[in-house]
């Protein structure tokens, strides 16, 4: 019976040890999204560097095993994963969005930027907690069939990382949010590390000293958390979740005339705006596009990235439209706007589809939609969907719709990599690119509604670049060297 017991301590440590690795990787690409955006060289950079931690872990905990005692390989267990747990929470994810950016303020390039935040914060953690699997499989090889032993071990902890990666973003963001899943995490690592401090020997020989300075560790641990919570509490934010897509805040504040605004931020940016007292949309892209769709009279109205749903809510009160339907990868996105920001539902003209874009349009294609305007208002500031900025997404905007419109932040002067490979991008899918700044006092960074056709004061873009492609896409660097260029 005890050594079934030994079994089931060992096989649950590994089994978490495997949940908050992948649930780590997960964390890490998340908390980068509102800096850099969802692009293929943020996840790659970030799993390379947990690997890499990984597999030194393996290494060195393998080695320290091979001549330790169990006691020691107990002691050395809790103390790593109580560290681990520790510096995830107290430093790792507080500080590596604000590490990101001083990286990119530095002017290093995307992938430097994602590695050095990855090495100072992720390869420690990573390394201690790895050296588990190792000592787990000393402590079992009781029979001296080390393959045997550790094949278990690994089995506990591969099935912990299929858990914790599908476990993390679809129930835990959704349910808790990003920060309370990485106490989650932490509080594992801790949890686990108390297992193995307290399952060291019989209780007759256990280490009192060593068992008084895990759970000061603890305590410790538990201090920082909630003074560092305390120092970062949303109180000026009306609404504040961090969803398993973006970090959404719902604030008001007073603008320069005294009258009360409510502005929603999605990943940091700016991204919807409305008067608090008739609910009136005041952003300018969606003042020019509620214009647009008034001089082209479309009926059926296809928006992708709902932002505050401004703009469909809006469209829907213009008389001679029939159907607006909103695209966005977000589900939560539609409850926080109705319930936080517009505080009213939204009309029964908005139909809202929780899905991907790409998705939604091989779907609209499929049922033989067709769109008389689209508004495409999945961009913002410093975080951006580089898939759908390619020849092939637009082709496909361009399949189910006529008159389109992207609002689009750009450098002033349209002279950056990204602006003209976009725009270049824009032009080959959808036959043509006009652009308007809405709004001609930025100095650096504006908004620009693009459109496929010419609109009141807007000019046609003769410049060249480079077009994004489904097969060859540097969208991701490129909007990084512009926004961090300007700032």
């Not at 908050?20 to 997960?26: I, K, M, Q």
């Not at 935040?117 to 201690?128: D, E, K, M, Q, S």
Request: charged letters at 20%.
């Amino acid at each position: 019976m005890d050594r079934a017991r030994v079994n089931l301590r060992i096989s649950s440590v590994a089994f978490a040890e495997g949940f908050s690795t992948l649930s780590v990787e997960v964390i890490a690409i998340r908390l980068a999204i509102p800096v850099v955006g969802s692009s293929m060289t943020l996840t790659g950079i970030m799993l390379g560097t947990v690997l890499f931690a990984l597999s030194a872990g393996y290494w060195r905990g393998g080695e320290l095993s091979s001549r330790w005692t169990i006691q020691q390989i107990h002691a050395a267990l809790a103390r790593n994963l109580l560290l681990a747990a520790a510096f995830y929470v107290c430093l790792t994810f507080p500080l590596e969005a604000t590490l990101l950016e001083q990286a990119l303020d530095l002017g290093l390039s995307l992938p430097l930027a994602l590695g050095g935040t990855g090495a100072i914060l992720f390869v420690l953690p990573v390394y201690l907690a790895s050296q588990t699997v190792p000592m787990l499989a000393e402590l079992t090889n009781t029979d001296g069939k080390a393959g045997k032993a550790s094949g278990k071990v690994l089995f506990c902890s591969t099935l912990g990382s299929v858990v914790g990666g599908i476990v993390t973003p679809v129930y835990l963001f959704p349910w808790l949010g990003v920060q309370a899943s990485t106490y989650v995490v932490g509080g594992l690592l801790a949890a686990v590390a108390g297992c193995m401090a307290f399952g060291r020997a019989r209780p007759s020989r256990v280490d009192v000293a060593f068992m008084l300075r895990c759970l000061l560790a603890t305590i410790t641990v538990a201090t920082a958390v909630l003074i560092e919570r305390s120092w970062i509490a949303p109180g000026q934010y009306r609404f504040a979740f961090d969803s398993a897509h973006q970090s959404i805040r719902v604030l008001e504040s007073r603008n320069d005339h005294g009258r009360l605004e409510r502005i929603m931020l999605l990943n940091g940016a700016r991204a919807s705006g409305i008067y608090a007292d008739t609910r009136e949309s005041f952003f300018a892209y969606v003042l020019e596009a509620d214009r647009l769709l008034v001089e082209t009279r479309g009926k059926t109205v296809l928006t992708i990235g709902a932002a505050g749903f401004t703009f469909p809510r809006d469209a829907a009160a213009m008389t001679f439209v029939a159907r607006v339907d909103t695209v966005d990868v977000d589900p939560s996105i539609r409850d926080i706007t109705e319930r936080f920001f517009l505080l009213e539902p939204l009309p029964a003209k908005v139909r809202f589809y929780p899905i991907s874009a790409r998705s939604a349009l091989r779907e609209f294609l499929r049922q033989g939609r067709h769109y008389d305007f689209t508004l495409l208002d999945a961009y913002n500031g410093e975080g951006i969907p580089d898939e759908l900025l390619t020849t092939e997404f637009f082709g496909g905007v361009r399949a189910v719709s006529g008159r389109v419109a992207a609002n689009m932040i750009l450098d002033t002067d349209l002279k950056s990599e990204f602006a003209r490979n976009v725009l270049a991008s824009f032009r080959e899918a959808l036959g043509g690119v006009w652009v308007k700044n809405v709004h001609p006092g930025n100095s650096e960074l504006t908004n620009y509604l693009v459109t496929n056709w010419s609109t009141t004061a807007s000019s046609a873009w003769q410049g060249e670049g480079r077009t994004y492609s489904d097969n060859r896409n540097s969208a991701d660097r490129d909007h990084i060297a512009m926004i961090w260029s300007q700032e």
